[in-house]
């Protein structure tokens, strides 16, 4: 199933998606919405996503995906945690990754605890991934672990590889949630190391222009545009008419 945005939402996604369209466009919802209100709009949205991720691995590596946006509070980790769910209940082994050392928000929205996480793995000498499983059958969570001083050459660090290659073999999908692109190098260093990027954009907060030159930051540094996942629209029942 692709879902259409409304008109006013697919004017401004136009010159940010590389194909024309959003990968999926989530109505109105937060938290584990999958979980919370799995019949919901969002909820689909969601597996819409999902499905269309697993469609485009015939073309493209998609295995590890992440997930960023131009701005704060667009929508990044609630996009994340989601899709990670919605890929597991496909059947998939997921592993969800909180790369935003900054703000890092997924143990959160899992409920989980941040004790220890991707920091000690890169910065620690950690050999093992400290896994936690989460609530949601499927998906195993690394947490952001204590910020550390330096977030950006933490991520930089080669034990990002290492962290990487660990959680592929662990997981059919592995999604990176990260700190937004705009005005930190955080998503540039993440993205030439993952299968490809999704760029999330908040239907009520996302400049366009600060959309179209996150998307340009990442195309810089080669990553893999996979599309645009566009949160927050309001009024499901006008997307969802067949
Ligand atoms: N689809 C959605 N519809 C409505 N509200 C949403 C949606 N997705 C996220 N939100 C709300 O927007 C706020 C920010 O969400 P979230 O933490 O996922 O953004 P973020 O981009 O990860 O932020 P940050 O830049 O701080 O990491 C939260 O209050 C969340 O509940
Ligand atoms: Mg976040």
């Given amino acids: 199933m692709t879902t259409l945005p409304p008109d006013n939402a697919s004017t401004s996604l136009a010159p940010i998606s590389r194909n024309g369209r959003a990968l999926s466009v989530v109505p109105s919802g937060s938290s584990l919405i999958m979980l919370a209100e799995p019949q919901s709009a969002a909820a689909e949205a969601y597996r819409a996503l999902a499905a269309n991720l697993q469609f485009s691995q015939r073309d493209v590596d998609v295995q590890t995906i992440g997930v960023t946006s131009a701005a704060p509070g667009?929508?990044?980790s609630t996009?994340?945690?989601?899709?990670?769910?919605?890929?597991?209940?496909?059947?998939?082994?997921?592993?969800?990754?909180?790369?935003?050392?900054?703000?890092?928000?997924?143990?959160?929205?899992?409920?989980?605890?941040?004790?220890?996480?991707?920091?000690n793995v890169l910065l620690g000498g950690e050999s093992r991934l400290p896994l936690q499983d989460t609530i949601a059958p499927g998906v195993r969570l690394l947490s952001s672990g204590p910020s550390p001083a330096n977030p950006l050459e933490a991520l930089a660090s080669r034990e990002l590889d290492h962290v990487l290659s660990q959680a592929r073999a662990q997981a059919d999908f592995v999604v990176v949630d990260s700190a937004?692109?705009?005005?930190?190098?955080?998503?540039?260093?993440?993205?030439?190391?993952?299968?490809?990027?999704?760029?999330?954009i908040s239907a009520g907060k996302t400049k366009r222009d600060l959309a179209r030159r996150a998307r340009e930051q990442l195309e810089r540094v080669s990553a893999t545009m996979l599309g645009v996942v566009l949160v927050d629209v309001k009024g499901d029942d006008k997307l969802y008419r067949y």
Wanted: glycine share 12%; hydrophobic share 50%; proline share 5%.
């Fill in 74 to 76: 667009e929508g990044k």
């Fill in 79 to 119: 996009t994340t945690a989601n899709l990670a769910i919605a890929l597991a209940e496909g059947g998939w082994q997921v592993i969800a990754i909180d790369a935003d050392l900054r703000r890092p928000m997924l143990h959160t929205l899992f409920g989980l605890e941040n004790t220890e996480g991707l920091s």
């Fill in 180 to 200: 937004p692109a705009g005005a930190l190098a955080d998503a540039a260093v993440l993205a030439p190391r993952l299968g490809g990027m999704l760029l999330v």
